[in-house]
């Protein structure tokens, strides 16, 4: 290796450093002391104690912890499709070729910037109480005396997947890119032959789009079951009504800076790492019968 070559390698290490740095303090580090810890009984206070596997155990008896799988798989099945959904149909609308397409696509993509926000969420909790918008304007007008949705056990968490389906800018604009990249000669070819628009969106816009589905339906599922602030918000950082909205996330922060129970918390965030990793996986390998690429 020459001098300028040993030079270049020192420089490239050099720019590296600060990723590398941030990768093993902010990443790594925090990563295997929580694995550690999952091991222990610690409450910051005292060091500390090993205990095994008792907090793995633990889980499997505790009936709040099933209540938190349970409502964040209704959350993750529900609103994931529906927010994908909404995105795709938005995006073949604004695909058109529409004046102000810039100001639309970013007026819809608005809403992905702002609805993991507190401001957002204090906003639905106004929205869906009993004296919010939806009863006051939408259903008393209509002689219809609505209940207050965020505080009843059957609807809190309905309110909660309408505020995910509502931020479906992100996805929506790349699926506007995704639909941007198909040439136009198939659709041209399709017309001549007959084909409606019903069926040429079944065969040919969905499966050239399936990788951008793909793409979008991986990324919208981690983020799903990682939701903390909507549900925290609105429920107090309790749960309620009745556990109807406790999130896994939000569990886990009950547990760790509620309880001061860290043990038990760094163990609930292994195990969610461990079903958001079985999902992913099993995205990618029932990916291969509906995903089609150029290949």
Known sequence: MTALQRSEQRAGYLFLSPWMLGLIAITL??????????????????????????????LFRDPRFHQALLVTFRYVIVSV????????????????????????????YLPSLLGGSVAIAVLWRQVF???????????????????????????????LIILNVWTFGAPMVIFLAGLR????????AAEVDGAGRLRRFWSITLPL???????????????AFQS????FIISGGRGGPSDSTLFYT????????GDFD?????????????IIALFTLLNFLVSKFWVFYDD
């Open 81 to 108: 499709p529906l927010q994908l959904a909404a995105a795709l149909l938005i995006a073949i609308a604004l695909d058109r070729g529409m004046r102000g397409l810039a100001l639309y696509r970013s007026a819809f």
């Open 181 to 188: 990249q198909i040439p136009s000669m198939f659709y041209e």
């Open 262 to 274: 860290m043990g038990y918390a760094s163990a609930m965030a292994w195990v969610l790492l461990l």
């Open 129 to 159: 109480g009993a004296d919010g918008l939806i009863n006051s304007v939408i259903l008393k007008p209509l002689g219809i005396e609505g209940p207050s949705w965020i505080a009843n056990p059957d609807t809190a968490l309905g309110t």
């Open 228 to 231: 903390f602030t909507q549900a």
């Open 29 to 58: 580090g925090p990563m295997i002391a929580s694995l550690y810890l999952s091991f222990t009984d610690y409450d910051f206070l005292t060091a500390p104690e090993w205990i095994g596997a008792s907090n793995y155990e633990r």
């Open 209 to 223: 789009l399936s990788p951008i589905i793909f793409f979008n339906l991986v990324l919208q599922l981690i983020g």
């Open 250 to 257: 939000l569990y886990l922060y009950m547990q760790g800076f």
